[in-house]
């Protein structure tokens, strides 16, 4: 009897603890892939995002109260994140959301956040039909594809001294819209476009497709991949000897990618929305901030988890209250200076005016070769 | 040579590197469904094993490279025979459907064992050879490649005399066709089991080792591998040596050709399609049983 009042006694305190705990902080969930295909970028993402709440909570939390994250593994399933944001608003909750990297698993979760008003932010998902959808519980704040082509396609050419570009791009959302933008504004520019291949998400190994691009004759190869795959990509298209400046779009300057691909990394240029070698003091601070604790320098992921979540706790603090509809409000009105400049949301939710970079990997540091500024659509 | 032959040499070259491996991976796949009756969807995770030990040998134990390769196998072997005698062998007359659901279970567990123990992060092997390709009249390749073809065909010459020309391997094919009148002839059949899942686990282990030096080895390559050992193993005849080597090389070549020739993105869908037609026309695979 007493050993079933204490079992009791737990079961009902534990029960309880989501309700009690949730008078107290304010609860943002995150839904990042942890497991799978991309985990290691995934949790590149989430260890940032504690990183930066428990800096927060040092400073007093938001409204006077502590940031209480809840993580949850999409694993880049579409399914999964769905079970898992479910899990975070129902069982858990939460006043916002974060995630959920992939294109797919983000559209997916956008509807629960739709269903149970509850704003989401994603800062990494560049699928451009997203925003396109006037969910108006979904932010984006991070660049998509077409809006990274138009920035950039029209540099490139001149940039990496090249006349004829071949693709060779993921065949998801992401690959696809870039073989879609891109040709556009590098044939404005004068480049041509003379391959484009694809490969798939679980693919391992790429030689088939590097033999054709190589077939094409290119000057410069355009990718579009996460880290696992930019750094067999890079090794394999060197070992199949070619030798042309490659131009990725993804992981292609983060420090992992440099030290796992070694010296395939030399030469390549990265068109990313974050690099760690950006000169300004918010992202110094960050930078040493990143490497005191995770022993590595930020990659764009930790970029966009830095944006992701100082955007949505900066509207939690303007909207004076944790509640989901005033903080979804407060959204709308984002004017946040971070680490990659200015960031405001157009009608559609679609975050502009922030500054995107093309880096250039040279004995291991990808340096700064090129900016430009994400123009409102 | 015309440009239009290098590259078909190319692409050759590419589908006879990646089908030697595919090969090599599903004849342990197809041994142990042979001998034991079990579908491993678990033998990708020895792929990856192998890969992940032979990296931490070379790099963090700073052990020589071609000392770490069969060592990485040796520890993979000792894991197989740990499992196969706490788990397979208990399950030695449970229906397949179990032993199924069992191998799916121990997939899942090992990779997650293998994030919790090394995290998400893919991994290199470092390899002493040159990263400078090797060129023959336009066609290319590295030392690593050639290294590696030469492992996976030695490896799958060594499979084939174990299983035809020696005492075990004779043993393993009686165990093959009949069970229990190959008990009934003096075969042990639990050791036979041990070493068939041992030899399995070796191959898919050794692929692994070898091939993390230029694919990239993380704890979800597992399944992947699996798939792909799979649909060798149903395009050459479930249990055939012969099928498997066959069967590799044709898929990895299918892939290599197809994929060089249609668009790209229509890579992994050849092999299935191979295997559509396969189990349509042919459901008993390629070749027969051995």
Redesign the interface.
Same mark, same amino acid.
């Given at each position: 009897m007493q050993t079933l009042r204490l079992v009791l006694a737990v079961a009902v305190s534990l029960a309880l603890a989501p309700y009690a705990a949730a008078q107290e902080s304010v609860r943002i969930g995150v839904v990042q892939p942890?497991?799978?295909?991309v985990?290691?970028d995934?949790?590149i993402y989430v260890n940032t995002v504690k990183m930066l709440v428990d800096d927060m909570n040092a400073k007093g939390g938001v409204l006077g109260r502590k940031i209480e994250l809840v993580v949850e593994d999409g694993a880049c399933n579409p399914a999964q994140s769905v079970n898992a944001a479910e899990k975070l608003v129902v069982r858990d909750k939460v006043v916002a959301l974060l995630g959920a990297f992939c294109s797919t698993s983000t559209a997916a979760v956008m509807e629960v956040a739709k269903k149970h008003k509850v704003p989401l932010i994603t800062g990494i998902s560049t699928a451009a039909q997203l925003t396109e959808q006037g969910n108006p519980y979904f932010f984006r704040a991070v660049a998509t594809t077409p809006m990274l082509g138009n920035a950039f396609g029209g540099v490139l050419p001149k940039a990496v001294k090249a006349k004829r570009f071949a693709f060779l791009v993921l065949?998801d959302d992401w690959g696809r819209s870039m073989a879609a933008s891109y040709p556009k504004t590098i044939e404005n520019a004068g480049g041509q476009v003379v391959a484009t &291949?694809?490969?798939?998400q679980?693919?391992?190994?790429f030689?088939?497709?590097i033999?054709?691009v190589?077939?094409a004759n290119p000057d410069a190869i355009v990718l579009a991949a996460n880290?696992?795959q930019a750094?067999?990509l890079s090794?394999?298209i060197? &070992?199949?000897?070619i030798s042309v400046p490659l131009i990725g779009e993804g992981a292609w300057t983060s420090d992992?990618y440099i030290k796992?691909a070694?010296?395939?990394s030399e030469d390549v240029y990265g068109l990313v929305e974050y690099v760690y070698t950006i000169k300004s003091p918010i992202n110094e601070a960050f930078v040493k901030a990143f490497q005191a604790k995770l022993k590595e320098n930020p990659s764009k992921f930790a970029g966009a988890a830095h944006n992701a979540i100082s955007i949505m706790v900066d509207a939690i603090r303007r909207a004076g209250a944790a509640d989901p509809e005033k903080i979804r409000d407060a959204l709308e009105k984002t004017d946040y200076n971070g680490i990659v400049g200015n960031i405001r949301f157009d009608a559609k939710h679609q975050a502009y005016g922030q500054t995107v970079y093309l880096a250039h990997v040279k004995n291991g540091v990808p340096e700064v070769v090129e900016t430009a500024q994400i123009a409102k659509p | 040579m015309s440009?239009s032959i290098t590259?078909l040499a190319?692409?050759l070259l590419?589908?006879v590197?990646?089908g030697c491996a595919y090969a090599l991976i599903a004849m342990g796949l197809t041994m142990i469904f042979g001998v034991m009756n079990i579908a491993n969807f678990a033998h990708g995770e020895f792929y990856m094993l192998g890969g992940f030990v032979a990296f931490y040998l070379v790099s963090l134990i700073g052990l020589n490279y071609f000392a770490a390769l069969p060592l990485a196998v040796v520890v993979v072997v000792a894991l197989a025979l740990v499992l196969q005698h706490a788990i397979f062998r208990r399950l030695r007359e449970a229906p397949m459907m179990t032993t199924t659901l069992v191998t799916i279970g121990l997939s899942i567990f090992l990779e997650?064992f293998a994030?919790l123990l090394w995290?998400?992060?893919?991994?290199?092997i470092p390899t002493p050879f040159a990263?400078k390709?090797l060129?023959f009249l336009g066609v290319?390749?590295?030392p690593?490649?050639v290294f590696c073809m030469g492992v996976t065909v030695a490896l799958i010459i060594v499979g084939h005399v174990l299983i035809r020309r020696t005492r075990m391997g004779k043993a393993m094919r009686a165990t093959f066709q009949n069970k229990e009148a190959a008990a009934l002839v003096g075969i042990r059949i639990d050791r036979i089991y041990a070493y068939a899942f041992a030899f399995g686990a070796a191959l898919a282990a050794a692929a692994g080792a070898v091939l993390g030096g230029?694919?990239?080895v993380?704890?979800?390559?597992g399944?992947?591998v699996t798939l792909k050992a799979f649909i060798v193993v149903i395009l050459g005849g479930m249990g055939s040596f012969v099928g498997a080597i066959v069967g590799g090389l044709v898929l990895g070549l299918a892939?290599?050709?197809?994929?060089?020739y249609m668009?790209?993105?229509w890579?992994?869908a050849i092999g299935f399609f191979a295997v559509i037609l396969v189990l349509l026309f042919r459901p008993e695979g390629l070749f027969k049983r051995a």
């Open positions: 942890t497991t799978g295909p985990a290691y995934g949790n065949n &291949e694809f490969f798939q679980s693919d391992l190994q030689l088939s497709q033999t054709k190589k077939a880290t696992q750094v067999a090794k394999q060197r &070992e199949l000897g992992s796992l070694g010296p395939a | 440009p590259i190319q692409h590419n589908g590197l990646i997650n994030l995290g998400p992060q893919p991994q290199s990263t390709p060129s290319y390749t590295t690593l490649y230029f694919i990239p993380e704890p979800a390559t399944g992947i892939e290599a050709l197809g994929a060089g668009p790209s993105g890579k992994d």
